[in-house]
């Protein structure tokens, strides 16, 4: 991992707004940065930036997309066959090195989201979306209670990652590198615990949901694949 300058800045309106948001946040505090700033910097009118974004929440949220259409682009089957922590480990080192060149602005962003609980609630949002398809794309399943329970815990892990990699100066980061291993494997006898407590609990819920059945004969049944599904962020 690397940590480069925008060598190749964005041509588009779009790109170059969530490119100007990016580089304000890196040098001031998030909360001072206006549209007005924001569409100063990235060379385009308050009118295109209403047409391109709603408010600077939606930049954020473009942002968050184009580093997940850059790792799921690089993905690859090289690690077919690999532990499932290995595979994740791999496309979360390709979400770091795409996060590279924005560093700075991430890390103003993070203070931000700590002082204001709301924003943060909505970036977790975010984040939710994202690292759903990230365990997709190590070949890791995220449905039913204990999918929710791998995303959130995934993103809370990747927060205290960022945290380390905020500050790591090395070449190698080779402390970044430490604590994803170490959330990682957390993260992975975590789940290991949920899905032993899911598996015994089964009959039991299969009872509950029989005995609702019995009670209420037209209501929709519900499967565990149908529960603990956090809804996308539009």
């Known amino acids: 991992m690397s940590e480069t300058a925008l060598s190749t800045p964005s041509t588009d ?109 909505a970036l977790n949002r975010e984040s939710l979306n994202s690292m759903r398809f990230m365990l997709e794309a190590a070949g890791i399943g995220a449905d039913g209670m204990v999918g929710a329970l791998k995303l959130q815990g995934l993103v809370i892990a990747f927060a205290r ?21 170490h959330e990682l494997t957390r993260g992975e006898a975590m789940v290991g615990r949920a899905e032993n407590l899911h598996r015994l609990t089964a009959p039991f819920r299969a009872l509950a949901q029989a005995m609702i059945a019995a009670v209420y004969p037209d209501r929709p049944q519900t499967s565990d694949h149908q529960t603990g599904d956090p809804p996308a962020s539009k």
């Open 13 to 121: 309106k779009k790109g170059r707004i969530i490119d100007a948001l990016m580089e304000l946040s890196g040098e001031r505090v998030f909360e001072s940065i206006s549209i007005t700033d924001i569409a100063t910097r990235a060379g385009v009118s308050l009118a295109d930036f209403r047409d391109s974004f709603p408010s600077k929440g939606a930049v954020l949220g473009a942002f968050n997309r184009r580093i997940d259409r850059i790792v799921l682009s690089g993905a690859s089957d090289t690690l077919d066959g690999e532990p499932a922590k290995e595979r994740l480990f791999e496309v979360l080192m390709r979400r770091l090195d795409a996060m590279a060149p924005f560093r700075s602005g991430m890390q103003g962003i993070a203070h931000w989201a700590r002082r204001e609980p709301l924003s943060a609630a």
């Open 161 to 181: 990652v960022l945290d380390v990699w905020f500050t790591d100066e090395e070449p190698a980061f080779p402390a970044t590198l430490a604590a994803l291993d």
